[in-house]
């Protein structure tokens, strides 16, 4: 369930900045966080979850600063370290982190520090 949820969230991102907005300020990026949390065990839903926080970031500050605000780049580096061998986790986990840098002086900061 949550790798589908994961998924229909990142699709309805896609060049679509009122759709990014809305699920941004409708706690859809809690919902993948938690999601990541509560399935870290599973490659699935982890490279999902970093597509889905990648896609919501892409030119949209106040998706990047949430989304650093509510630990999300301790989860994608969490996806990271827990799916080191997971060519596609770590594709999209750098995505995400990426989108989250681009323009953002503070998720800079913290990526760097991690």
């Known amino acids: 369930m949550q790798l ?9 991102a896609v ?3 009122g759709n990014q907005s809305a699920i941004g300020q409708k706690q859809g990026i809690d919902a ?3 999601a990541m949390q509560k399935h870290e065990g599973s490659e699935k ?7 889905a926080l990648a896609t919501l970031a892409v030119d949209h500050p106040g998706n990047q600063s ?11 580096i ?3 370290q827990k799916h080191e061998g ?10 995400a982190l990426w989108n989250l840098a681009v ?12």
Do not use: F, T, W, Y
Request: net charge positive.
């Open 32 to 34: 993948i966080i938690s």
């Open 4 to 12: 589908h949820a994961c998924g229909a969230l990142c699709n309805l």
């Open 103 to 114: 323009d953002h002086p503070g998720n800079k900061a913290a990526i760097g520090q991690k």
């Open 15 to 17: 060049d679509h900045p």
């Open 78 to 80: 969490s996806a990271m």
């Open 45 to 51: 839903v982890q490279a999902r979850a970093c597509a």
């Open 86 to 95: 997971s060519e596609k986790v770590q594709a999209q986990a750098c995505g």
């Open 66 to 76: 949430a989304i650093g605000q509510k630990r999300g780049i301790d989860a994608i």
